[in-house]
């Protein structure tokens, strides 16, 4: 075994993040050959398979798995180092973060405490924004996205995949039959999302009693006993909010949520630190 190029390594994430070559290829500015010439080499020079390669796409093999956690604190390192290397003087000024309200309101905003300090010459601009913010336009620095982007200039990672279940307050559950439930769901404007459509054609002919345009507004009529209502357990405390998840039926919708930056912006050491704050955030809260 000899010592791996860094470079191979940055490939290797890219690949897992993305899911396929295409993917990798556009995050990094590069060909598809490029990726997978990276990856043959990363896994001649570690001297083990890291992917297994099938028609429909490649798929990591166990060796691949435990090389991830490992990778990623190389990187996170090398992110570190060159932060140091710029000065912290350089860490000054407002950085503008675009995020869905209820995850800028409920998971970013209450975890985002020990960055500020680490940051304490920037300011933070978190917004949460339905809307895709211009970042062309600059409109934002960083936005944290369900779609991912398809323009040029974009610099994109994936930060988890996103999970759904059902919730109600224990109160309700002991009240209401499965029969008697009633739900909580998106208005006109939300109503095409992945779990909104699942949770419409499972809910049968039974009433939706509430709709917003606002997950957390959903949130808090689940933990008032309003009704039933799909949620991520990634963005809210669920053990402290009183709900109780419904194991049956299960939500098979899994949305990746990306974080997005335009490349120029990228460079700026106020904007790298606080895209390394946010990505490590996710990678601990993130359930296994």
């Not at 860490?91 to 905003?109: D, E, Q």
């Not at 039959?177 to 909580?184: H, R």
Request: one cysteine or more.
């Amino acid at each position: 075994m000899s010592q791996p190029d860094w470079d191979d390594l940055r490939y290797f994430l890219a690949l897992h993040d993305a899911g396929s070559l295409s993917g990798a290829a556009r995050a990094a500015g590069v060909e598809h050959t490029t990726v997978a010439r990276r990856i043959d080499a990363l896994e001649a020079a570690l001297a083990v398979r890291l992917f297994d390669r099938f028609p429909r796409g490649w798929s990591l093999t166990a060796a691949g798995r435990e090389l991830v956690p490992h990778a990623r604190k190389m990187e996170d390192g090398l992110h570190g180092l060159l932060r140091v290397a710029g000065g912290g003087a350089a860490l000054t000024g407002t950085v503008c973060v675009s995020a869905p309200p209820a995850l800028a309101a409920y998971m970013l905003a209450p975890r985002l405490m020990p960055a500020l300090k680490r940051l304490s010459g920037i300011e933070l601009d978190l917004r949460g924004e339905a809307r895709q913010t211009d970042l062309t336009r600059r409109e934002s620095d960083i936005a944290l996205r369900f779609q991912r982007p398809t323009a040029p200039g974009m610099a994109v990672k994936l930060l988890a995949t996103v999970g759904y279940q059902l919730y109600a307050s224990a109160a309700y559950l002991k009240k209401h039959k499965p029969e008697q439930w009633e739900f909580l769901g998106y208005d006109a404007l939300l109503q095409d999302t992945p779990q909104h459509q699942w949770l419409d054609k499972m809910r049968g002919q039974r009433r939706y009693c509430l709709r917003s345009n606002d997950l957390g507004t959903l949130f808090q009529a689940a933990v008032a006993g309003c009704g039933v209502a799909v949620l991520p357990p990634l963005f809210f405390d669920i053990a402290r909010s009183g709900l109780v998840a419904v194991e049956a039926p299960a939500c098979p919708v899994k949305r990746k949520l990306w974080l997005v930056m335009h490349e120029d912006v990228r460079r700026s050491p106020p904007v790298r630190a606080v895209a390394d704050e946010i990505i490590a955030l996710f990678t601990y809260a993130e359930p296994a």
